[in-house]
């Protein structure tokens, strides 16, 4: 069975500042998945990035990024000049066919 | 884009009624998923479909079932309704089983049961 660990409840980083989101994972799929979603307030779960297991390189979209250490089955999230609207749940997940998402991160953004 | 929609955003039911939670995706997607989000517990899933007329049993499938009878609509039943299924249940959708291709998520209904 897959799980996916999110160690920190809640979280708070000051605008313009870098905060990372730690995730980690166990699996026996030789092939899967890894993603970032994030749940602002009242709206809908949108995708902040995915990383494929195979490849050794870190995904990165814009401001977010990712540290991917397969070995040490952990996939952290780094979102670098915080801004307001980053605030949100956030979810790890992991998956072949299907995913097993953690129990989110809350992220407060003070300005 | 890729547009999710669930046919309530809030519902107030009662123990024992038969519950009826509608998903439909706009893209021509193969994968649709059900899940339903606890605070503290994340997201779990409860059923998913890779096709018409098919699905799988997720991780917490007891209490409910689904119905896929076109691709683009994929409903959540609830036989007979229970306090403990008192949640916000997400309805997803992805593009085909090949791969683990991204989800795409609806609002989410909060489903309250008296």
């Known amino acids: 069975a897959q799980t996916v660990t999110q160690s920190q409840p809640e979280m708070s980083v000051q605008e313009a500042e870098t905060v990372t989101l730690s995730c980690t994972y166990d699996?026996?799929?030789?092939?899967?998945?890894l993603f970032w979603y994030k749940q602002p307030p009242s709206r809908q779960m949108i995708l902040v990035i995915r990383?494929?297991?195979?490849?050794?390189q870190n995904a990165t979209e814009n401001r977010f990024s990712v540290n991917f250490q397969k070995a040490a089955k952990s996939f952290s999230l780094k979102i670098s000049d915080s801004q307001l609207g980053d605030a949100a749940m956030y979810f790890c997940?992991?998956?072949?066919?299907?995913?097993?998402f953690g129990k989110g991160t809350k992220l407060t953004v003070n300005p | 884009d890729v547009k999710v929609t669930q046919s309530s955003r809030y519902l107030v039911k009662r123990t024992g009624e038969k519950v009826f939670l509608e998903c439909v995706q706009d893209?021509?997607?193969?994968?649709m998923f059900w899940y339903r989000q606890d605070p503290g517990l994340g997201l779990r899933l409860i059923y998913f479909?890779?096709?018409?007329?098919?699905?799988e049993k997720g991780d917490i499938p007891e209490g409910y079932s689904v119905s896929r009878e076109k691709k683009e609509r994929f409903s959540l039943i609830l036989e007979s309704a229970s306090t403990n299924q008192t949640s916000m249940y997400l309805c997803?959708?992805?593009?085909?089983?090949?791969?683990?291709?991204?989800?795409?998520f609806g609002p989410g209904t909060r489903l309250t049961v008296l």
């Open positions: 893209m021509d997607h193969e994968n």
């Open positions: 479909s890779y096709d018409v007329k098919m699905k």
């Open positions: 997940a992991c998956g072949s066919e299907k995913l097993v």
């Open positions: 699996t026996s799929e030789s092939d899967y998945y």
């Open positions: 990383q494929e297991a195979y490849k050794q």
């Open positions: 997803a959708s992805s593009p085909d089983r090949v791969s683990t291709d991204t989800q795409y």
